[in-house]
């Protein structure tokens, strides 16, 4: 099993940077794909970004492609998202989600078998 801590959300103003940072606990972190996904107030929750169990692979969203990107450190049981040129429209929370496909990359949050508890993400205009 793992269990999934996000950190690193906070008030930021366009066009400001904040890498969210996702702790794993679990012997098997790294046999697992991780996700980030995000939920605005009212709507669903939705895509942001993908990585293989190894780094191998990235996959994003098209509306953080360019601006957002999804890292991990296997030594450290550690996913990180870093968020550049934020706007308004990525305030979110931000969840993190492990995959026991390893090197799955899906968009679809059903996919994931783990979840973490999410971290507020507001950016201002």
């Known amino acids: 099993q793992v269990q999934l801590v996000e950190s690193g959300g906070g008030l930021v103003q366009a066009g400001g940077s904040l890498r969210l940072s996702c702790a794993a606990s679990?012997?098997?972190?790294?046999?697992?794909?991780l996700g980030w996904f995000r939920q605005a107030p009212g709507k669903e929750r939705d895509f942001v970004a993908a990585?293989?169990?190894?780094?191998?692979?990235?996959v994003y969203a098209d509306s953080v492609k360019g601006r957002f990107t999804i890292s991990r450190d296997n030594a450290k049981n550690t996913v990180l998202l870093q968020m550049n040129r934020l706007v308004p429209e990525d305030t979110a929370v931000y969840y993190c989600?492990?995959?026991?496909?390893?090197?799955?990359?899906?968009?679809?949050?059903?996919?994931?078998?783990?979840w973490g508890q999410g971290t507020q993400v507001t950016v201002s205009s």
């Open positions: 679990g012997r098997t972190f790294s046999h697992y794909a």
């Open positions: 990585i293989t169990y190894d780094g191998g692979r990235t």
């Open positions: 989600a492990a995959d026991a496909a390893s090197y799955s990359t899906s968009r679809r949050s059903s996919e994931y078998d783990y």
